[in-house]
């Protein structure tokens, strides 16, 4: 089972329908590219590459899949939306002019949507990566319609997750956990950063991944007091932190498990840090259940870090959710708003760091129950001294 | 040698303020992705991954990275530019709100890179992905100001290659083919596609990779006839089309070499086309030289095809600009307005499709000289039956 059934993506247009049309809106836009490719997936399981995509769905009746020129035959055999129209607005960001190939506009787009009817407020989702060439060209072909920022019509779909969902989620970490693995066996002093990822790409995907759930990490020394970073050619050494963060994606779902490693011991002061990291990651396991306030669990995660005297040392934290894309909606912020519901799944990310010296990260995917948090991956939670 | 020197960064900056000057602006944003990561990293070596990133760079004076809250570290350990500012605009697209942590604003930005002047014109820098929260946020915060596309400010620099350029893309061509000759030596029926390219990846992080040039393809079947699409669980089988596109990054600089192979012979029809398009790859070869209109020789290639009877089966061609991004402009097109010019570097991509049904591509990276083309990849301009 690698992939989301019919009845599924029918359903989901369906829920998605009636938010448009409880949003008092007659249509919605979603975008996505082909790094950020959730949205459109979701909707249609069609995953651009080069040029982007766009689904335009009206309230009611069938959906059209917006794509660039040259994807028309990968759209045709891939998409569960099959109403599909090619526009220069989804061409790849080189921006190429396809002399004498037809497009359409969004007045052509949103007069096959609408037969009969007109369009007076048009919700836009994805926006945070809308690009000016749409929002231009929405602005220009569409003149008086409204244009109404609408996210929140898909991703409080997104966050509950279904059984289907979560069975690709529990493979992609199954997968995730083979390459850290692979890692752990394979990696020596000496060993650049990136030959290690080399390692975890060609475990993803020999066992069934589709992709990298993330751009992978493996970096030591320093750069583990990133937050976000990216490995390079410098080679891992020994007595350093070695920050591992690997993520396959299957079916569309991605996952991500994260823990520190080191060849032989630790200085005292970074183990310290890493084993409190430890403590802390298992302090938010036991905070995340069912019904409880969203911002409650970072206040009383962050109260016990500040307790154990480790405050400075923290960034952020301690959750944030995952699905389709490694990262995404909700957040969990002393500013968050709701409350955990069963089935929405969240990666308890526990970053440290100690200024610009060094840090570390553990991080493991969870699905909210009524009575806690069940466990997406839970393989490398120890401290590893190679 | 994986890297281009300081001394360089600093020349492009130092042209690309000559550039906006010229086009009578105060100052350009220039924006990228994790996907689309070019311009950006082109100017300052940062390359963002899960939020994106912009450089606000006056005529004069010193340019400003500007990130998000999360890659603070990551940016000052990387970024050739060492004025830095954190802007909500560049956070990660699943939109968290950092409660407590202080960001700046573009008036901010745009009063610390022209003290003392009045910014009248601001040129944006890749507007195909400039996305709608900096957009609105530039309407907001600087009003009155005018905004004026000024891609081409940047994409002419880009499109000829310097030596280190070159250096950094032949490197790049090597691995790929590195990554081919691992696939052909591995890959039987039976495999799936996905699983092919495990190989690939596993062999561009083990020879000095530091990620794919582009989304790798391998698949067989009636895919091969997408002129763009992403490789499935299909298993690979006998007597078909396998279309295999292997494309390495090196140092920001990318790369891909495509071809069509199969398991035994292929039937007579797909093996003509085939061997036809290799002919027309041979074609475009020809037809490459400093100094030539881009559109003379995309009229030529049309010509070429339609004489042999093949003009059915083209859907475009038959090059594209490569550099950092594996497309960049320039595109070659019957419309291309430009000659070519010694040290341009061009895909000659060579796509032929029947329907839905077959269809195969020949793709290597060439430099363009005064006498001709150089040939950056050349192993695999052959049939390959298994």
Redesign the interface.
Same mark, same amino acid.
């Given at each position: 089972m690698?992939a989301i059934p019919d009845a599924e993506y029918q359903m989901r247009m369906t829920r998605f329908q009636a938010n448009i049309k409880a949003a008092g809106l007659d249509a919605a836009l979603v975008h996505s590219?082909?790094?950020?490719f959730a949205n459109v997936r979701y909707l249609t399981e069609y995953?651009?590459?080069?040029?982007t995509a766009g689904v335009f769905v009206p309230a009611e009746g069938p959906p059209i899949l917006l794509i660039?020129p040259?994807?028309e035959? &990968?759209a045709? @055999?891939r998409s569960k939306v099959t109403n599909i129209e090619m526009m220069v607005e989804y061409?790849?960001?080189?921006?190429?002019?396809?002399?004498?190939?037809p497009v359409a506009t969004f007045a052509d787009v949103a007069a096959k949507a609408l037969p009969g009817r007109t369009l007076h407020r048009l919700g836009?989702v994805?926006?945070?990566?809308?690009?000016?060439?749409v929002?231009e060209s929405l602005q220009r072909d569409l003149p008086g319609v409204e244009l109404v920022k609408a996210?929140d019509a898909l991703s409080d779909l997104r966050s509950i997750k279904s059984d289907t969902e979560i069975a690709l989620m529990r493979e992609a970490f199954r997968i995730s956990e083979i390459a850290v693995e692979a890692i752990l066996n394979e990696i020596k002093p000496g060993m650049t950063e990136?030959?290690a990822?080399?390692?975890a790409?060609?475990?993803? &995907?020999?066992n @069934?991944?589709?992709?990298e759930g993330?751009?992978l990490y493996c970096f030591g020394g320093?750069?583990t007091?990133?937050?976000?970073?990216?490995?390079?050619?410098r080679p891992l050494k020994a007595h350093e932190i070695i920050q591992v963060n690997i993520g396959a994606r299957v079916g569309g779902y991605s996952s991500s498990v994260g823990l520190p490693i080191s060849f032989g011991p630790l200085p005292v002061e970074q183990k310290r840090l890493v084993e409190f990291g430890l403590e802390a990651h298992f302090k938010t396991l036991e905070l995340l259940r069912a019904g409880r306030p969203a911002a409650q669990v970072v206040l009383d995660y962050e109260r016990f870090v500040e307790e154990r005297g480790f405050s400075e040392y923290m960034?952020?934290g301690p959750c944030?959710?995952i699905g389709m894309?490694e990262?995404?909606?909700p957040?969990m912020?002393?500013?968050s708003e709701y409350e955990l519901q069963e089935n929405m799944t969240f990666q308890v990310d526990t970053f440290f760091?100690s200024g610009?010296e060094f840090g570390l990260r553990w991080e493991n995917g969870v699905r909210i129950t009524r009575d806690g948090a069940e466990k997406l991956s839970s393989r490398f939670m120890k401290l590893v001294e190679l």
């Open positions: 690698k590219n082909e790094a950020d995953w651009p590459t080069f040029e660039g040259e994807s035959n &990968y045709r @055999g061409r790849e960001s080189a921006d190429p002019e396809y002399p004498g190939i836009l994805g926006t945070t990566i809308l690009p000016l060439p929002y996210d990136l030959q990822i080399g390692i790409q060609r475990e993803i &995907y020999a @069934g991944g589709e992709y993330h751009a320093p750069a007091s990133n937050a976000i970073s990216r490995p390079t050619h960034l952020y944030h959710g894309m990262v995404e909606r957040w912020e002393s500013s760091c610009g």
